[in-house]
C-alpha cells in the first residue's frame, strides 16, 4: 500500500533518511531511562535547514504532528512520541556543522545537531571556552540543550543555556524559517522572541541553528572535594567561597554520602577520596585567567579557612587534572549509579539558595513519616539552588514496586518545592512527565499566557503536542 504523506518525505529527504522499518525505528522511539517507548509513523533525518522547512510544511499541510529529536538524552519523556503511532520523529542529527567561529565577536554559529562535546572542542581549538557541561555532553545536542534551557555544571559562573545563546534559526510551524543568527549583545526592538524558542522543548518551532557565545579558556581550574556535616554546613562554605573567590568559584555540586555509596558499589574502579564516610559533600570548582598558582592558593587559603572555621571537615585537592577528572567522574556518576541500581523517583528541584538546608530537612522527614526508611538521593547544583533529590525504596522493597507510591511521594516532594516558592522542574523541563504538576503549580494566569503563545505560533498544535501543556 502506498503512503502518500510519507512518498513525499522520501521525496525530501531522500530514502536511505526516512525510516519506517520498526526494528530501525526502536532507537529513535525510546526514553533514555527506559520508562517507555512510543511509535511513529517515521523517523524523519533532514540533511538543512531547508529540508526541515519543507518536511514541517508537508506535515501542517498534513496535520501530522511532530517529535523533533536531538541526541535524545532528555529525563521528561520530551523527545520521544507517544503510543498512537500518529507523529514523525523529526531527528536534528544531521545538522550537525559548525558554521563559522568569530573570534572577536566571541561568539560560534553551529547547527542544532551539533553534539555538545563537539561544540566544546571546536571552541578550544579556536583557543575558546564553551562553557555549558553537563554529563550527557558526549551525546545531548545544543537544538536538545536549548530547547530544555539546561543548565549543568558551570551556570553558577556562567549561566543557563539561554544566557549562552546570542541568536538562533527556528523554523516555525508553518514551515517558514527565521533567521535570528544575529549575534548581538543588544537588541531591544521588540519582543524577544529568541526566549520564547529556548525551553519551549520543541512545542513552538524547530531549532535548526544558534549563535553561542565564547569566553577566555581559563588558565587553570582547580577541583577540591570538600567533606561536610549536613547542607546547612555546605550552604555556610559556598557563602564563604564566594565571598572570598567571587567569579574565580565557577562550579558548587552537592553529593550526600548515600549518593557516593551508590557509585562506590556501581563503579567499584572509581576513586574513594576519603578513608571514612562523612555525612555530605561538596564538589568545587575554582577557575583562574592569571595562573594555576593563583588558583591554587585561591583554593588552598578558601578551603583552608573553612577547615579552620569548622565548617569543612576534611578536604581533598586535585593535584593533577586526572585527579581532578575523577573527583567529577564520581558526582558524573550518581545518576548512573542510581540507573543501575534500579528505578527510583526523581525530583529536579530549585528554591532560593537560602531555602536548601531547610527543604531537605522538611522533606527528608515528611518523607520518613510517610515511607519509613525511604532512601534519599540528594545531589545537585547547590550554587544554582538545583537539586536532584530523588528517592529510592527502603532496603528489601523492590524498585519497581516502590513506583507505585510515584504520586504520593511527588505530591510531599512538590508541595514542598511549592511552600518554598522553589519550581518543579529546575534544568530536565516539563515534557509529558510533569504536565499534570506543571498545572497544579503554575498560576492559572501563567498558564493562560503560556497556551495563548502556543496557539499563536503552532495554530495547528502539530508541534510535539502533550508535551508541556
Ligand atoms: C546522564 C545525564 C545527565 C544529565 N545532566 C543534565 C544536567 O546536568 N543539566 C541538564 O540541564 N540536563 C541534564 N540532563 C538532561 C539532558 O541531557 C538535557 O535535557 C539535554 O539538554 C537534552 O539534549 P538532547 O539533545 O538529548 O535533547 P532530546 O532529549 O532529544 O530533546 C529534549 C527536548 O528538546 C526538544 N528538541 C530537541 N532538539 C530540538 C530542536 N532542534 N528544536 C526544537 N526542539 C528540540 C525535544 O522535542 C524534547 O522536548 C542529563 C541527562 C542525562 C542522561
Redesign the pocket.
Known amino acids: 500500500m502506498t503512503d502518500s504523506f510519507l512518498d513525499r518525505l522520501r521525496a525530501l529527504v531522500g530514502d536511505a533518511h526516512l525510516v519506517t522499518d520498526p526494528p530501525a525505528m526502536t532507537p529513535y522511539l525510546a526514553d533514555?531511562r527506559g520508562r517507555f517507548t512510543g511509535r511513529a509513523r517515521a523517523v524523519v533525518l533532514p540533511a538543512d535547514t531547508l529540508e526541515v522547512a519543507q518536511v514541517v510544511q508537508a506535515c501542517a499541510e498534513a496535520r501530522v504532528p511532530i517529535?523533533?529529536?536531538?541526541?535524545?538524552?532528555?529525563?521528561v519523556l520530551?523527545?520521544v512520541p507517544d503510543a498512537s503511532g500518529a507523529a514523525i520523529v523529526l531527528s536534528?542529527r544531521r545538522l550537525n556543522r559548525i558554521r563559522s567561529i568569530d573570534a572577536a565577536n566571541r561568539t560560534m554559529t553551529v547547527e542544532?545537531g551539533c553534539i555538545l562535546e563537539d561544540i566544546q572542542q571546536a571552541a578550544m581549538e579556536g583557543g575558546m571556552l564553551f562553557p555549558l557541561s553537563?554529563?550527557?555532553e558526549g551525546s545531548?545536542?545544543i537544538?536538545?540543550?536549548l530547547?530544555?534551557n539546561?543548565?549543568?555544571?558551570a551556570v553558577l559562573r556562567y549561566g543557563n543555556t539561554r544566557e549562552l545563546c546570542l541568536g538562533l534559526e527556528v523554523v516555525t510551524a508553518q514551515g517558514q524559517v527565521w533567521d535570528g543568527l544575529r549575534g548581538l549583545r543588544k537588541d531591544n526592538t521588540g519582543y524577544a522572541l529568541r526566549e520564547l524558542f529556548i525551553g519551549a522543548?520543541?512545542t513552538l518551532g524547530?531549532?535548526t541553528a544558534a549563535v553561542l557565545k565564547l569566553y577566555p579558556q581559563p588558565k587553570a581550574a582547580l577541583t577540591a572535594l570538600v567533606a561536610l556535616e549536613s547542607p546547612r554546613g555546605a550552604l555556610a562554605l559556598l557563602s564563604l567561597l564566594q565571598d572570598r573567590c567571587g567569579a574565580a568559584l565557577t562550579g558548587y555540586e552537592l553529593m550526600s554520602d548515600f549518593c557516593l555509596r551508590l557509585v562506590a558499589t556501581q563503579f567499584p574502579d572509581l576513586p574513594k577520596p576519603f578513608a571514612t564516610h562523612y555525612p555530605f559533600y561538596a564538589l568545587v570548582e575554582l577557575s583562574s585567567n592569571e595562573s594555576e598558582d593563583q588558583a591554587a592558593e585561591l583554593v588552598e587559603t578558601a578551603v583552608g579557612a573553612a577547615l579552620d572555621t569548622g565548617i569543612a571537615l576534611d578536604a581533598v585537592l586535585a593535584t593533577s587534572s586526572g585527579q581532578a577528572l575523577g573527583l567529577w567522574k564520581l558526582r558524573e556518576h550518581i545518576?548512573?549509579a542510581q540507573a543501575a541500581a534500579g528505578k527510583n523517583i526523581k525530583h529536579d528541584i530549585s528554591l532560593p539558595v537560602s531555602s536548601i538546608p531547610e527543604f531537605i530537612e522538611r522533606t527528608d522527614s515528611a518523607l520518613q513519616a510517610a515511607f519509613p526508611a525511604c532512601q534519599v538521593v540528594c545531589f545537585g547544583h547547590l550554587g544554582d539552588g538545583n537539586l536532584h533529590y530523588n528517592v529510592a525504596p527502603p532496603d528489601g522493597i523492590g524498585h519497581d514496586s516502590f513506583l507505585s507510591h510515584q504520586d504520593a511521594v511527588n505530591r510531599i516532594v512538590h508541595d514542598s518545592v511549592a511552600a518554598m516558592n522553589g519550581s518543579i522542574s529546575a534544568?530536565?523541563?516539563i515534557?509529558a512527565l510533569k504536565r499534570e504538576d506543571l498545572v497544579r503549580y503554575k498560576p492559572r494566569v501563567e498558564l493562560d499566557m503560556m497556551r495563548a503563545i502556543k496557539a499563536a505560533l503552532d495554530p495547528l498544535g502539530i508541534m510535539?503536542p502533550g508535551?508541556i501543556l
Do not use: D, F, Y
Request: hydrophobic share 30%; aromatic share 2%.
Open positions: 533514555w517529535v523533533p529529536q536531538g541526541g535524545r538524552t532528555g529525563l520530551g523527545s536534528l542544532a553537563l554529563a550527557a545531548c545536542t537544538g536538545g540543550n530547547s530544555t539546561a543548565g549543568g555544571t522543548e520543541g524547530v531549532i545518576p548512573l534544568e530536565h523541563g515534557g510535539n508535551k
